[in-house]
């Protein structure tokens, strides 16, 4: 029998910037709930987000807008519960920090002093950047998000790839330059093209993670449903399915139903018996009766 695997060494910020340093590239994936955890536990990532698209492809809305805080710390809590190792980003959900630089530090108290986590994650240049300086200012990580960003993807024309002038990879740039003069330990950079990555890289010092964003971000992202094949909506073009659960899950399922209603499920060995004794004893207490 082999001896169990070693704990792995908890992740920290420091560590990430060497990893950036040294040309190693990051691995980010989004959990939502304790087994998805768990699962990212075990395939040793770096960095697991909670985020906002929870509100599509664990609670059914149809875009990450209506998701509340209440629902993203619930879900939060129970990823926190599934964690040991990697770092533990909460994404904070649309209205729950844009108004007030008060606003938003209530938000991220919150979700590092009841979620656990590490990091929060907030999208956008522009105001966003005096959000994130005052979240720094007092004591808490923060992760910025530049490109495509799908709380405000309306304003942007949609769920579209940003950037793809000169002028409009000049302006996520900025944003991003911005964010990490605000004091952003990382940034995400989600769906521009490649050159923009390659460019933006360079100019800054934290790590980029990318997710539709080419091979230059100091790492990648992607959605946990998306990339084992469990979310039955659009995926986007970035996304690679590395296995298809869904479609074991359904399988698994009919299977199980087949099985009732044949009643070939459960078998003897799916249930307890009594001694025969005492089986013997109920039938005759239930004749007295």
């Known amino acids: 029998m ?5 704990p792995r060494t908890r992740v920290t910020l420091g560590a990430l910037a060497a990893k950036k340093g040294a040309g190693e590239p990051l691995v980010m994936v989004t959990a939502y709930d304790y087994p998805s955890a768990q699962i990212a536990e075990a395939a040793g990532v770096d960095l697991v987000l909670v985020g906002d698209s929870a509100a599509m492809t664990v609670l059914g809305y149809d875009s990450t807008v209506p998701v509340t ?25 649309f209205g729950s920090y844009e108004a007030s630089d008060a606003l938003a530090l209530e938000t991220a108290q ?34 910025g998000h530049v490109g495509l960003t799908p709380q405000t993807a309306t ?14 990879a000049l302006a996520v740039i900025d944003d991003a330059l911005a964010l990490q003069d605000a004091g952003c330990a990382m940034l995400v950079i989600e769906a521009v093209p490649s050159e923009v990555t390659a460019a933006l890289v360079p100019l800054l010092d934290i790590p980029v993670i990318g997710i539709g964003a080419g091979v230059a971000a100091d ?4 959605v ?16 690679k399915r590395y296995a298809d659960m869904r479609s074991a899950a359904i399988d698994g399922v009919e299977r199980y139903a087949s099985e009732v209603r044949e009643r070939v499920y459960p078998a003897a060995e799916h249930g307890y018996a009594m001694p025969e ?13």
């Open 2 to 6: 082999s001896a169990p695997a070693a």
């Open 69 to 93: 805080i209440d629902e993203m710390l619930m879900l939060t809590k129970a990823v926190r519960r599934g964690l040991a190792a990697p770092l533990l980003v909460g994404d904070l959900p």
């Open 110 to 143: 919150r979700f590092i002093k009841e979620a656990g986590c590490d990091l929060v994650k907030i999208e956008r240049g522009g105001t966003t950047v005096n959000r994130a300086r005052a979240l720094v200012q007092a004591g808490i990580p923060v992760v």
């Open 155 to 168: 304003a942007l024309g949609g769920y579209h790839a940003q950037g793809r002038t000169a002028e409009a």
């Open 219 to 222: 790492g990648q992202v992607l």
């Open 224 to 239: 946990f449903h998306d990339l084992l094949g469990l979310y039955d909506g659009g995926a986007a073009k970035f996304v």
């Open 277 to 289: 004794d005492e089986a013997a004893r109920l039938k005759g207490l239930l004749a007295g009766r």
